[in-house]
């Protein structure tokens, strides 16, 4: 049951995938946005249909929108032929080990406290509840740890697996995470490879994720059933498409664009400031080629998806968050000195070895060589959409309401890193 | 020419990058899972809380036995390790029952149960305390005791 889910998901996600890929993609890319957009899709479904079908009837109802989408367009991309030379071919055959200790890996790693305490305890609720969270889960004050106000693709995707096998059961629901890492693998792999013109580079690049120890190894890992590796997953998708609508000034890249850009505060509160970086960049091309229209397009389902969920919370009258100091200028100038230390904290993630291998130095290289190159336009948006969400994930401790804050930096930065991580990969895929 | 420098600077960077990733690998999974059980993830976090196997199991077994849907008290030790983790961990198995966080010393164990029969409780979940004296009907569950209250 739990792969006829997945296969369901893909089918679907298959099929949005047809419809807003630029003609000629790869195989590669195609799975990798199919799984993406089936998820996305999926969990929305699920929120929007379980408030008025529950059970059997919800998942029904979902399976025929999803397979519907599929069977309309269910066409195989043309492989663009097997690797080529023996470079390809070893870094093929490295990949795949990769993917097979990866998935070993994942099948013995635990869902950890997060993963537990936040987004699966809420599909476990769904579930008891016929697939849509109850009213009464976001006014519980007793449940507040659990972060009621947190956004739903996650919790949803775990309620679709739960719905399907009509248990709640952990094993089964950790099937997910890897088909993140694998959808991140596909899409550094084409996206490098598109960008740079050179496949190998694109596999070596896609080779490297594995180490990065942070995602394979860390307490935290990918396969933690946190949702920031799925974030920096769709992070990663919305930026190679917003690269795609530049080049191309297409609709479809551009619809592709705003449903990822519009997929990240979805998936996790911090996914709204992704967005507003992305909507941002996004909004000078927009400007440059003065196309308002699009820029709307671009806008819209961002917006509706934040604000939604907002009058949502409202409406559930959900027992606010209580990690952060009200944003005013007494606050604010009350904490300035957290300063110097949360640069500090900064400053020591970014060239944790133990947790990043040189991704961050090289990164920064990265940034420098584009802009040396004369590709200064590509340099200050990818500069903009790793250093502005960084900025803006340090700057909000100053607001933190633990005591002592350093705690609060310490539990959550590193992970708030990672949501970047893929596109710093991409940025280095993309220089040199 | 200046195509093999880059091969080369993209073979050594790469090289660079797996060497130091390598050595930030740490020793493996920090927590395994055993099993393939519903249960089996929030198992290996009680499980380091309670010391026992397979508690979530055992844990909503006790509290489906409670009578009544009344909230249940957690009461912990006033200076325990693992206590503040321990409501969340319980809490999320056992929708919609209402938990609350009671911090207690040994000794006021019985007048703790007595207040929450009056307010209504269905049962309580005693961990890691040692009360001279509890009622006849708990279940034991590694360091966690559930004693029902509602009658």
Redesign the interface.
């Known amino acids: 049951m739990t792969f006829l889910s997945i296969l369901i998901l893909l089918v679907g996600g298959w099929g949005i995938a047809a419809r807003l890929l630029p003609a000629g993609h790869s195989l590669a890319m195609r799975l990798a946005h199919a799984w993406l957009l089936g998820a996305f899709a999926v969990s929305l479904l699920m929120t929007l249909f379980g408030g008025i079908l529950s059970g059997a009837l919800l998942a029904g109802a979902v399976s025929l929108v999803m397979l519907s989408a599929g069977i309309s367009s269910f066409r195989i991309p043309v492989p663009r032929g097997l690797p080529k030379g023996a470079v390809e071919w070893a870094l093929c055959a490295v990949i795949l080990c990769e993917c097979l200790f990866l998935a070993r890996?994942a099948q013995?790693?635990?869902?950890?406290?997060d993963?537990?305490?936040v987004w699966?305890?809420k599909a476990?609720?769904a579930l008891?509840n016929g697939g849509s969270l109850?009213l009464?889960?976001f006014s519980?004050a007793?449940?507040v740890?659990?972060h009621p106000d947190y956004p739903l693709m996650l919790p949803m995707l775990e309620t679709w697996i739960y719905l399907w096998l009509g248990?709640?059961?952990?094993?089964a629901v950790?099937i997910l995470f890897p088909c993140f890492y694998l959808a991140a693998i596909l899409l550094l792999y084409s996206g490098v490879a598109e960008l740079s013109g050179k496949r190998w580079?694109g596999l070596?690049i896609a080779a490297?994720l594995?180490?990065?120890?942070f995602f394979?190894?860390?307490?935290t890992n990918a396969f933690?059933?946190y949702a920031d590796f799925p974030l920096a997953v769709l992070y990663l998708a919305a930026v190679l498409a917003l690269i795609t609508y530049l080049r191309q000034s297409s609709v479809p890249s551009l619809i592709l664009f705003a449903v990822y850009a519009a997929a990240l505060p979805w998936m996790k509160r911090e996914g709204a400031i992704l967005w507003l970086c992305l909507m941002l960049v996004a909004g000078a091309g927009f400007l440059k080629r003065r196309r308002l229209r699009h820029a709307l397009l671009a806008a819209l389902p961002g917006l509706l998806v934040i604000l939604g969920w907002k009058l949502a919370l409202a409406a559930a009258r959900t027992v606010p968050n209580t990690d952060f100091l009200p944003i005013n200028a007494a606050n604010i100038r009350h904490h300035l000195d957290r300063i110097p230390i949360i640069a500090q904290w900064v400053a020591r993630e970014i060239i944790s070895?133990?947790?990043?291998?040189?991704?961050w130095p090289?990164c920064a290289i990265a940034l420098l060589t584009l802009a040396i190159k004369g590709n200064r336009g590509m340099s200050l948006r990818l500069l903009v959409l790793i250093g502005m969400p960084l900025s803006i994930y340090s700057g909000i401790y100053i607001l933190s309401s633990w005591q002592p804050f350093e705690s609060h930096v310490a539990c959550s930065l590193d992970r708030l890193v990672s949501q970047l991580a893929l596109v710093a990969l991409l940025t280095?895929g993309i220089a040199? | 020419m200046r195509s093999r420098v880059q091969i080369a600077w993209r073979a050594a960077m790469a090289a660079a990058f797996v060497v130091c990733g390598w050595y930030g690998f740490a020793s493996g999974i920090s927590r395994r899972v055993t099993g393939n059980g519903p249960f089996n993830s929030i198992d290996v976090l009680l499980s380091e809380a309670l010391h026992v196997n397979q508690p979530a199991e055992k844990i909503s077994a006790a509290l489906s036995n409670l009578k009544g849907d009344g909230p249940v008290a957690i009461l912990v030790p006033q200076d325990g390790v693992y206590d503040n983790l321990v409501l969340p961990e319980i809490s999320t198995i056992s929708w919609p029952r209402q938990f609350y966080l009671i911090h207690c010393r040994d000794g006021d164990v019985r007048n703790e149960l007595l207040a929450l029969r009056a307010r209504h409780f269905a049962g309580a979940l005693v961990y890691n305390l040692h009360p001279p004296i509890l009622p006849s009907n708990v279940c034991r569950i590694g360091r966690l005791t559930a004693v029902p209250i509602a009658q």
């Open positions: 890996f013995l790693t635990a869902i950890a406290w993963g537990l305490t699966e305890i476990r609720i008891a109850p009464d889960y519980d007793t449940r740890w659990s248990v709640a059961d952990q094993s950790r580079w070596l490297l594995f180490f990065i120890p394979t190894d860390g307490n933690t059933g070895i133990h947790d990043w291998s040189l991704l090289l280095i040199f």
